[in-house]
């Protein structure tokens, strides 16, 4: 799956009419989305609220699923997709986080801990989880980059995060090429 140029990118909540004491608020803050659609389903209103990637958008649609993500009535899609809570969850902490930050180069490392080359931290490759430096084995002359390895272990930790708008597969999978072949000492890149 390719992720949608964040530009484009659009994640949407959709829920019915609840006797929640929160219904009102929730409905407001629908109702200032980017953009709000009421409809009726099966002789009932459903109300959908429409939000983007600017760290505004996406952080009020946090706020309004906080308030629904638990009514059995609502439900996120992304780019028209429907997402499930789980994937729906790591992205509101992470790209939320992300947000919050300001910082343009978050995915590129939180911290020092977190640190890679792969513009996504959640990879579980970076620093100080996993380096990549990690997927070596040795030859007998120096160490072979098993880039086959670190390209299962990217797909497998990426799946809850392709939806993300930073998420890139492509800028993975040509960070994992540019990588050397082979390195004289994994060791060398502790510190680096």
């Given at each position: 799956?390719?992720?949608?140029?964040?530009?484009?990118?659009e994640i949407a909540v959709s829920f019915g009419k609840s006797s929640s004491a929160n219904f009102d608020r929730v409905l407001y803050l629908a109702q200032h989305a980017d953009r709000y659609e009421k409809t009726t389903f099966?002789?009932?209103?459903?109300?959908?609220?429409f939000f983007h990637s600017e760290p505004q958008s996406f952080l009020a649609f946090v706020q309004l699923y906080e308030l629904?993500?638990?009514?059995?009535?609502?439900?996120?899609?992304?780019?028209?997709?429907?997402?499930?809570?789980?994937?729906?969850?790591?992205?509101?902490?992470?790209y939320g986080d992300r947000c919050r930050s300001g910082r343009s180069d978050f995915c590129y490392g939180a911290s020092y801990m977190t640190k890679n080359p792969f513009g996504c931290h959640r990879l579980q490759i970076s620093?100080?989880?996993?380096?990549?430096?990690?997927?070596?084995y040795y030859n007998g002359r120096n160490y072979t980059v098993d880039k086959k390895a670190l390209l299962e272990h990217a797909a497998t930790y990426s799946t809850?995060?392709?939806?993300?708008?930073?998420?890139d597969w492509d800028r993975v999978v040509q960070a994992i090429n540019r990588l050397p072949n082979t390195i004289a000492n994994p060791n060398q890149y502790i510190d680096g």
């Open positions: 799956m390719v992720s949608a140029p964040a530009s484009c990118w099966n002789g009932k209103e459903v109300y959908q609220a629904v993500g638990n009514w059995k009535s609502a439900a996120v899609t992304i780019n028209g997709e429907f997402a499930d809570r789980k994937i729906v969850s790591g992205l509101n902490y992470c620093s100080c989880n996993n380096p990549w430096w990690s997927f070596t809850a995060y392709r939806m993300c708008p930073c998420f």
